[in-house]
């Protein structure tokens, strides 16, 4: 019945409820993130390393229909492979996520797991200011905002105060341009 309805079968909801799912994106840079998730550049994005604790981060797989679901529901082997599956409309979010099954509500990270945050340029100034007290100096603090020419967004090292002095701005469009950036500058 429920497969023939396309319904949620409540035996496997049931399981299901018994697993908590991080999901992450590999890209800080979409414009589409920053609008749904980001709250119109008012939010954060925090980038983690990939070890320690995101060391089981897997990445969602895209699909145009259902999976085959014929086999019995006691003969599936890992119950946190359905969380992997998105429908293709989704595949801008280029979507991570660490499946644990689990009575924690959340996932237990350190600091040193976050390698630096991104601010939207609408952030509010109390959060600003909560952010850079809570931080320690070792994780990096950029500002994203909107490229009105490009239409990308466009990422660049925070500054309390900007001024243009005629030379070029060190603007990073990408993950891999903010990965050297991270690697070939100091700490704020």
């Avoid at 954060?44 to 897997?58: N, Q």
């Avoid at 630096?116 to 600003?128: A, Q």
């Avoid at 090292?157 to 060190?170: H, M, Q, R, V």
Wanted: contains cysteine; negative net charge; aromatic residues 14%.
């Amino acid at each position: 019945r429920y497969s023939t309805f396309d319904e949620e079968d409540p035996y496997v909801a049931a399981e299901l409820n018994q697993y908590r799912i991080l999901s992450l994106s590999e890209d800080g840079f979409s414009p589409q993130l920053w609008a749904h998730y980001g709250g119109t550049y008012s939010g954060i994005c925090l980038c983690f390393k990939t070890d320690g604790v995101f060391s089981k981060i897997k990445p969602v797989q895209y699909i145009t229909g259902q999976k085959s679901r014929m086999c019995e529901i006691s003969e599936f082997p890992n119950w946190d492979e359905h969380f992997l599956d998105k429908h293709v409309g989704w595949s801008y979010e280029k979507e991570w996520r660490v499946v644990e099954k689990t009575e924690q509500t959340y996932l237990d990270f350190l600091l040193d797991d976050i390698m630096c945050i991104i601010i939207g340029c609408r952030i509010n100034e109390e959060c600003l200011n909560i952010l850079k007290d809570y931080f320690p100096k070792t994780v990096h603090i950029l500002k994203a905002s909107p490229g009105y020419r490009t239409f990308c967004v466009k990422v660049e090292p925070f500054k309390e105060t900007y001024s243009y002095d005629g030379s070029s701005a060190d603007i990073i469009y990408t993950s891999k341009e903010l990965l050297q950036h991270i690697c070939n500058t100091k700490m704020r």
